[in-house]
């Protein structure tokens, strides 16, 4: 496994990080004990996770399930980089959900109780808030890391000039901000490329793309639909997204065929090879699904192979940052 700092921290952590969404809805508390465990053997150390995960109001059912991994003991928690959210509705009552004060410090200790620990080593904002003033933001979370309960703070999902808010507000108030922004980000999702990016590496934020198959497009489709043994890529938006950009996918899975490689780690690969992205995100269902994503480290990515990532998902606009991608 290799490691990278996050962000501009002295933390490391591996190069993959694990989620955790499928845990509890799509994956049993047995198997997701084992996929943990055996992510640790391979080194995996970054597990990321939310208080809505599980998808039952207010239980955190994934976080229990993480929980009760964690307390089996054995060195599990000290061996892993714990992230998990807020901002989701946990409650139908008007403050169950957000960036208040009131309901970060209130989810941060239910995430705690949650997940059998004492600490969450990155705590996330889900969402941007836009009613809740930052000056309201950073003191719950400066309370929850002087209280030792919050190591890092990160976003998920915010615009660049929402990065560039926080970071200014932070320091303003001498205190370290953020840390790590979580996006969508692949070979077919790059509008981040434009600001997000740029603003990450500006203010010293690590990047954590999150659906890096894009639904699963990019991890093989055509050829798991041919040998009827498709997944995610043959439901919803993804059979949407398939009929639409069928013609890329298909030279997509020749390109890794000639590499020998296979198209879901092709994909983990680029995402490694872009600047400023710490790890990519892994949502297996099974062993074998993490087992199979080690090969990524394998993929072999020259000048030509990168050229052709393009032409088949070409960048926004001129590809880059703004306002080049768009202007002179």
């Known amino acids: 496994m290799e490691y990278t700092n996050l962000g501009r921290t002295g933390l490391s952590v591996s190069r993959l990080c694990l989620g955790t969404m499928n845990f509890g809805p799509k994956t049993t508390e047995p198997d997701s004990f084992a996929i943990m465990d055996r992510a640790l053997d391979h080194g995996i150390n970054f597990f990321d996770t939310a208080n809505v995960y599980g998808w039952k109001l207010g239980e955190g ?58 600490y969450i080593d990155l705590y996330q904002m889900h969402h941007i808030s836009r009613s809740t003033p930052w000056e309201e933001i950073w003191q719950a979370m400066e309370l929850l890391v002087a209280q030792g309960k919050v190591l890092y703070v990160g976003s998920s999902n915010f615009a660049g000039w929402h990065i560039a808010q926080a970071q200014e507000s932070a320091s303003r108030r001498h205190f370290l901000g953020l840390v790590a922004e979580q996006c969508i980000y692949n070979l077919m999702a790059r509008t981040v490329e434009l600001e997000v990016l740029p603003a990450a590496r500006q203010y010293g934020l690590g990047v954590i793309p999150w659906s890096p198959l894009h639904g699963g497009l990019l991890s093989g489709a055509i050829a798991k639909a041919a040998a009827g043994s498709a997944g995610r890529s043959s439901e919803g938006r993804a059979a949407e997204g398939l009929l639409q950009h069928r013609t890329a996918i298909e030279a997509y899975e020749k390109l890794a065929a000639s590499l020998d490689a296979d198209p879901s780690n092709l994909a983990l690969a680029w995402l490694l090879a872009q600047d400023g992205v710490t790890a990519p995100i892994i949502g297996p269902r099974t062993i074998e699904q993490l087992d199979s994503t080690l090969g990524t480290f394998d993929v072999p990515l020259d000048e030509a192979t990168l050229q052709r990532l393009d032409e088949l998902f070409p960048p926004v606009g001129n590809g880059g940052p703004g306002p080049e991608a768009w202007a002179w």
Do not use: C, F
């Not at 003991?73 to 169950?96: D, F, H, I, S």
């Open 61 to 118: 059912v994934t976080e229990q399930i993480i929980g009760r991994w964690i307390a089996q003991g054995g060195g599990r928690r000290e061996k892993v980089v714990l992230a998990t959210k807020v901002y989701g509705k946990m409650q139908e009552w008007p403050n169950g959900q957000g960036l208040s004060a009131r309901h970060i410090i209130a989810e941060a200790e239910a995430s705690l109780r949650r997940l059998q620990t004492d």
